[in-house]
């Protein structure tokens, strides 16, 4: 029974044990696959707002633009100081730098300034565009630094005369169009989809194309106008990716977020559960082998006590029996002792003292046989297996004989040994009642309820 209960606890504890843990990692891939759906809803709302800021600067700017360029294109001449000052009102900021006029002979005339020589931008080619917005393109005004230009053509009824347009400073566009979502540690970028280049880079400078990001479900869903999402690897680094088409030129927004950033609050949730879990697992393992210690003790405890004997501590009839049918062949010695008087003490003290003398014989006969199988088989019997050699065991007897007959109580034994376990305990049991019926024929009376010896 005892066995049955220790194996059903084990397997309980370790179900438990694997639900718990199945339960903790489902939770935490759980965990994260929220945090990567909640991010990627809030990069959609973030692409959304961004695209719309961004796109209302741009047709703002082109309102302008147009307004300015109409009454520009009413001059009869497009370097006349009526012209210089009218390009004059209009506001620059921090990312539209410069406005200037494109002229048909390919002259830069800046407002105020003296005109800038050219050889970057061709009338020609920008003039076939209509009106648009460049992609990257080397400033006229600022050495070494690319813009991207807004044209507006000037014209009358004789024609387009010129381009009115802006330069915009593509760093100062990203600042101004920073994002503030993951504590500002996002970053977008602006691509045009027919030409794959990346023409506002507010991410790595390292990737200047669609191409770059080696991708291809990315690339494949911004030249196909789609919105969506996606997860890229670059440089052993996991980013959060989302695009969306924006309705200026043939560009589209992209936002970009490492995954540690969004994951880390998921992350530190599953760190602190993975504590919490092996926590609980030490403390399930400490309670188990407590469990299992005291259950095991219990086992002992209670299999000692079924094989003891209450009163004299001494091995049980159960023991005996289990002992003699695991016995295997060999020469043994066995002492067979019996109480005299047991019943008459009994009748006349009270059981109390009869159990008191057979507690007094039963520590005398463990101070003699310390390492031998003493068993009490009998209210009065008392039966030792010894491999001491029969001279010894005979001495032996005797002193405990002399010992307890001194404190006026009395015993019969037979010592007998032999091969057969059998034969030798019968041996021995008739030469103790032979002994035992010469002590009560000296007392004058008969042995009660004993075997007949004289067979």
């Known amino acids: 029974m005892a066995q049955k209960f220790v194996d059903k606890f084990l397997i309980a504890s370790v179900l438990l044990s694997s639900i718990v843990g199945v339960t903790g990692v489902i939770y935490g891939i759980s965990t994260l696959k929220i945090e990567k759906d909640n991010c990627y809803a809030t990069l959609l709302s973030t692409t959304d707002e961004a695209c719309s800021k961004i796109e209302s600067n741009f047709k703002n700017d082109k309102a302008s633009l147009r307004m300015l360029a109409k009454v520009i294109g009413q001059s009869e001449d497009l370097e006349s100081n009526e012209v210089n000052n009218q390009m004059g009102t209009y506001a620059v900021n921090n990312y539209i730098t410069n406005i200037a006029i494109l002229d048909a002979d390919n002259k830069i005339l800046q407002s105020r300034h003296a005109n800038v020589e050219n050889n970057v931008i061709s009338f020609e080619e920008e003039v076939a565009k209509g009106e648009h917005i460049s992609n990257l393109q080397l400033s006229t005004f600022l050495k070494d630094k690319y813009v991207l230009r807004n044209y507006i053509p000037i014209g009358n009824r004789s024609g387009i005369r010129g381009l009115l347009f802006t330069e915009l400073d593509v760093d100062a566009l990203v600042k101004a169009w920073s994002l503030s979502i993951y504590e500002g540690q996002t970053a977008f970028c602006i691509a045009d989809r027919n030409t794959e280049e990346i023409v506002v880079n507010g991410w790595n400078h390292d990737y200047q194309t669609l191409s770059d990001i080696q991708n291809e479900e990315i690339v494949t869903g911004i030249k196909n106008k789609e919105e969506g999402y996606s997860e890229i690897i670059l440089n052993n680094e996991e980013y959060l990716i989302t695009y969306k088409p924006m309705n200026i030129e043939?560009?589209?927004?992209?936002?970009?977020?490492?995954?540690?950033?969004?994951?880390?609050?998921?992350?530190?949730?599953?760190?602190?559960?993975?504590?919490?879990?092996?926590?609980?697992?030490?403390?399930?393992?400490?309670?188990?082998?407590?469990?299992?210690?005291?259950?095991?003790?219990?086992?002992?405890?209670?299999?000692?006590?079924?094989?003891?004997?209450?009163?004299?501590?001494?091995?049980?009839?159960?023991?005996?029996?289990?002992?003699?049918?695991?016995?295997?062949?060999?020469?043994?010695?066995?002492?067979?002792?019996?109480?005299?008087?047991?019943?008459?003490?009994?009748?006349?003290?009270?059981?109390?003292?009869?159990?008191?003398?057979?507690?007094?014989?039963?520590?005398?006969?463990?101070?003699?046989?310390?390492?031998?199988?003493?068993?009490?088989?009998?209210?009065?019997?008392?039966?030792?297996?010894?491999?001491?050699?029969?001279?010894?065991?005979?001495?032996?007897?005797?002193?405990?004989?002399?010992?307890?007959?001194?404190?006026?109580?009395?015993?019969?034994?037979?010592?007998?040994?032999?091969?057969?376990?059998?034969?030798?305990?019968?041996?021995?049991?008739?030469?103790?009642?032979?002994?035992?019926?010469?002590?009560?024929?000296k007392l004058g009376k008969e042995v009660r309820n004993k075997l007949d010896v004289a067979d």
């Open 250 to 441: 043939n560009w589209d927004i992209i936002i970009i977020v490492k995954s540690d950033i969004v994951l880390a609050p998921a992350k530190k949730i599953n760190i602190n559960l993975i504590h919490w879990l092996l926590s609980c697992m030490i403390i399930f393992i400490i309670y188990l082998i407590w469990v299992m210690r005291c259950n095991f003790i219990a086992i002992k405890e209670a299999k000692e006590n079924a094989n003891k004997d209450a009163l004299t501590g001494l091995l049980n009839r159960n023991s005996y029996e289990e002992y003699c049918s695991n016995y295997c062949n060999g020469k043994i010695r066995c002492i067979y002792i019996d109480v005299n008087g047991l019943h008459e003490i009994n009748n006349e003290k009270g059981h109390m003292a009869g159990d008191m003398m057979l507690k007094f014989i039963a520590d005398i006969l463990k101070d003699y046989f310390k390492n031998e199988k003493i068993f009490r088989i009998g209210g009065d019997e008392f039966l030792i297996f010894s491999q001491e050699a029969m001279v010894v065991l005979n001495d032996v007897m005797k002193n405990i004989d002399s010992e307890i007959t001194s404190c006026n109580y009395h015993i019969s034994y037979g010592l007998a040994e032999g091969v057969d376990l059998k034969n030798v305990i019968k041996e021995a049991e008739i030469l103790m009642y032979t002994m035992k019926k010469e002590y009560y024929e």
